[in-house]
């Protein structure tokens, strides 16, 4: 066989199957960022509490690389530190939303028309609301704090997961499958939990995704305006907060963290959105 016959029978890898760079380097900084949340000793010993006011606005170097703020704290400590915070509000909002999104969505479908109608009203009147205006009337009546934040955060974005499952709802109902499960006298519980849940659980988990890096962004928006976590927390809303007031003297206390918050999200929407195309590839074949 002739050189030119062996390199054209060797077997060709296909391109549309290579993974990104962008989304590899997407997947990298989630992994950093999960483990920064699970064992944030692996990047950092310093205590991101513990003050030294002898080592106050030191610019970044080696031994703090993102400076350190005006109590002397090293800044990366605390950005490492507050990635378990920030990341679980992301996600449990996120579960939240999706839980009680899923519900009421569900309910509109199979609630009698009248309730049907109300579910849809409550779901328009939630959208007319920006998410980040109604998480802020939601943290003022509840108060400050993780769990509050995530309780906001998680609230006011209902409507959009309600809206997207009752849609997809509507369009399953009518497949053959779940008018046969109908007519051989299944339950409409086994039926949604047989037939309907299963065939929507790509978009909400697309959605899911996506959502988790939306919430982070939002929980670190209500603590930057004071109305989120509170410092000395190291949450990165509150880190933005604190280093806002000292943006001319020490410029570093704010531009990392508000690099690692935009970073984060575009990793997390850029994994969610590479599996949105991953997922439609797979039902197109």
């Known amino acids: 066989m002739s050189t030119a016959n062996a390199i054209l029978a060797a077997p060709r890898i296909d391109s549309a199957r290579r993974v990104p760079v962008g989304t590899l380097l997407a997947g990298l900084i989630v992994i950093a960022l999960v483990a920064a949340a699970l064992v944030p000793s692996l990047f950092t010993s310093f205590d991101p509490r513990e003050a030294a006011l002898g080592s106050v606005f030191q610019p970044p170097s080696l031994s703090h690389p993102f400076g350190t703020d005006q109590l002397g704290r090293d800044v990366f400590s605390r950005v490492v530190h507050g990635a378990r915070y920030s990341l679980l509000i992301g996600i449990g909002a996120a579960l939240l939303s999706l839980a009680v999104g899923t519900l009421?969505?569900?309910?509109?479908?199979?609630?009698?028309?009248?309730?049907?109608?109300?579910?849809?009203?409550?779901?328009?009147?939630?959208?007319?609301?920006?998410?980040?205006?109604?998480?802020?009337?939601?943290?003022?009546?509840?108060?400050?704090?993780?769990?509050?934040?995530?309780?906001?955060?998680?609230?006011?974005?209902?409507?959009?997961?309600?809206?997207?499952?009752?849609?997809?709802?509507?369009?399953?109902r009518l497949s053959g499958y779940v008018e046969h499960a109908r007519v051989v006298g299944e339950s409409p519980g086994w039926i949604i939990y047989r037939h309907v849940l299963p065939n929507i659980i790509r978009p909400l988990a697309i959605l899911a995704t996506i959502g988790v890096g939306t919430s982070i962004l939002s929980a670190s928006s209500l603590s930057f305006l004071g109305?989120?976590?509170?410092?000395?927390?190291?949450?990165?809303?509150?880190?933005?907060?604190?280093?806002?007031?000292?943006?001319?003297?020490?410029?570093?206390?704010?531009?990392?963290?508000?690099?690692?918050?935009?970073?984060?999200v575009i990793s997390i929407t850029v994994l969610g959105r590479k599996l949105q195309a991953v997922i439609s590839r797979g039902g197109q074949q």
Do not use: H, K, M
């Open 104 to 172: 009421l969505g569900l309910l509109s479908v199979y609630l009698p028309r009248g309730l049907d109608r109300l579910a849809q009203r409550l779901i328009d009147i939630l959208l007319a609301f920006p998410e980040l205006l109604l998480a802020l009337v939601i943290v003022a009546v509840l108060g400050r704090g993780p769990l509050n934040t995530l309780i906001a955060v998680g609230l006011s974005g209902i409507a959009g997961y309600a809206r997207l499952v009752r849609s997809q709802v509507l369009a399953v």
């Open 227 to 264: 109305l989120g976590v509170a410092p000395p927390t190291p949450e990165w809303g509150a880190i933005l907060s604190e280093g806002r007031s000292y943006l001319s003297v020490a410029p570093w206390t704010s531009i990392f963290p508000a690099t690692v918050v935009a970073v984060s």
